[in-house]
């Protein structure tokens, strides 16, 4: 979508000169710049001297806005809701893993030195505590079953006959305690399986209902709203008569979820102050998102709104393109506001530069490690600010694409990253820093879940 002010055919490049929304922007003086960087010059606006954050201090600021001030109590979540969570409290063994010594194969459980006599009824998983055996007694055992007391070993199927006689005998040295799983092998009782902090994944869930779980303590998902700005915007069909079709509705709340959220609401606001007001001083979620509006257009109410909410401006305007006039605030205590931009590719930014390190912040979620690959071609750069590229992984290669203008979808859209370019660009072969989408390396089923 393109919000009121910006210009629709915005170079695919994105370089040097300014959108109209962009330049536009409000803006403020810098709260300082990411360490052991120099903040170039600010190309000038009206008049007033365009004094953005820069990208990576604005990801720290957003980072550490939701530490600082948001204490979110820890939830009992059933296991089957806990997907990519981070547990608040230890995971501590209910009992002993096994809880009883089982088979570790299907065979016999034998007792003493072979041959052996074999009982008619076999012991299953699930049954009861099996008469014990005495020596020359076998019975059929299944894995997982109980083991009888007084058993010596299991035999596997594969290393024993039977004679004509119906007698049990080993064709290979059986050694004792072997294919036994002894009770407490993996744990006791009251052993810490694992710590505060861990990130629930399929394999958590597994142990802690191996374990005995039903509930798990958690840090709860962040909870968003999100508001939908502009009179232009259609909700299905084709583009006509000057309306265009929204694509960040669709788009943001799975984006959102993605990144751990929980999206409580979408609403559509158009371009009226009093409604973005009332949505704004009602909403109850941790953060809010906005689309568009953040410029200073003669329909660009979120600033004026944060104005009249009392909000606290920590982010406004980032030396990054696309997506510079994206802003963070404080509304209350324990909520915050990012306002995207209207453009799609600038909102993407706006979203991975300030509501996904706050919104990881909120889940526990560690930051991941930050990594780079070489560049396949040369990357043109803006003077001043830092460019998000699409691009994809190649082997040890990062490649950008093509189509990454602010109000363009297509290259991100087929992308696994975004390269971070710095000022200036960056040569054919040089290391960029990248940023995964989240569905790039877990899969959408998985990150959406």
């Not at 990519?84 to 002993?96: E, F, I, R, W």
Request: some cysteine; proline content about 9%.
């Amino acid at each position: 979508m393109t919000a009121p002010g910006t210009r629709a055919g915005a170079p695919a490049d994105d370089s040097d000169e300014l959108d109209v929304e962009e330049a536009l922007a409000l803006v403020r003086e810098p709260r300082g710049d990411h360490p052991g960087r120099l903040s170039a010059p600010a190309p000038e606006a009206h008049g007033e001297r365009h004094r953005a954050t820069s990208w990576h201090r604005a990801r720290e600021i957003a980072a550490r806005a939701a530490r600082a001030r948001l204490r979110r109590a820890p939830v009992s979540v059933p296991l089957g809701d806990a997907l990519g969570l981070v547990l608040a409290a230890p995971l501590d063994a209910l009992t002993d893993l096994p809880s009883f010594d089982t088979s570790a194969m299907d065979g016999w459980a034998v007792a003493g030195p072979g041959p052996w006599e074999v009982r008619e009824e076999g012991v299953l998983a699930g049954n009861a505590q099996p008469e014990p055996l005495t020596d020359g007694e076998a019975v059929r055992i299944a894995t997982g079953a109980r083991i009888p007391a007084d058993t010596t070993a299991v035999l596997r199927s594969e290393h024993g006959r039977t004679d004509t006689q119906g007698r049990l005998h080993a064709t290979r040295e059986i050694v004792h305690g072997q294919d036994i799983r002894p009770r407490g092998q993996e744990c006791r009782s009251g052993d810490q399986l694992l710590p505060v902090g861990t990130r629930v994944t399929p394999a958590v869930l597994g142990l802690a209902a191996a374990a005995g779980y039903d509930t798990v303590t958690a840090v709860p998902r962040p909870r968003v709203e999100v508001l939908v700005l502009g009179d232009e915007l259609l909700t299905e069909g084709r583009p006509h008569d000057g309306l265009i079709r929204d694509a960040l509705g669709p788009m943001l709340p799975p984006w959102l979820r993605a990144l751990g959220a929980e999206v409580v609401a979408v609403r559509r606001i158009g371009d009226d102050a009093k409604a973005l007001h009332k949505a704004v001083k009602g909403a109850t979620a941790d953060l809010i998102v906005t689309t568009g509006g953040t410029a200073a257009g003669p329909v660009d109410h979120v600033h004026p709104v944060l104005e009249r909410v009392g909000a606290e401006l920590l982010v406004d305007g980032v030396k990054v393109r696309p997506g510079h006039p994206m802003l963070l605030a404080r509304t209350k205590d324990d909520q915050h506001l990012v306002g995207l931009p209207g453009n799609p590719l600038a909102a993407v930014s706006g979203l991975l530069t300030l509501a996904e390190p706050l919104l990881r912040t909120l889940a526990a979620h560690p930051a991941p490690e930050p990594y780079t690959l070489p560049l396949k071609e040369a990357v043109q750069g803006h003077p001043y600010d830092t460019r998000l590229i699409p691009v994809v992984l190649r082997g040890d290669r990062a490649v950008p694409l093509h189509y990454n203008g602010p109000a363009m979808l297509r290259g991100i859209a087929a992308a696994d990253a975004l390269a971070v370019v710095p000022p200036g660009g960056a040569r054919q072969g040089e290391e960029a820093e990248l940023l995964d989408l989240p569905w790039a390396a877990a899969g959408i089923e998985v990150c959406f879940t």
